[in-house]
């Protein structure tokens, strides 16, 4: 899927990856802020290879990029680095 597409997955609430990211197990989700938290607008992280949660802004590679997928745990696409 596209960027674009992605980006629509991510709004309904599922996790997306790209197959050639560096690690495996990487994903992004979107973070909708509620009352509790400090930041106040949505915004997309990364759980990365080693399950650490940072900030992520896309690069021109990840926004032209026809490789995004769904991530599932333990699937064959979250296995691939």
Request: a positive charge; charged letters at 15%.
């Amino acid at each position: 899927m596209n960027f674009g597409q992605a980006l629509e997955k991510l709004k309904a609430g599922t996790l997306v990856t790209r197959p050639g990211w560096n690690g495996k197990g990487m994903f992004l989700s979107l973070q909708k802020p509620t009352h509790l938290s400090k930041m106040t607008l949505p915004y997309l992280y990364m759980s990365t290879a080693d399950q650490q949660l940072v900030p992520w802004t896309a690069s021109q590679t990840d926004i032209l990029a026809e490789d995004w997928q769904e991530f599932r745990a333990g699937a064959a696409n979250s296995s691939q680095s």
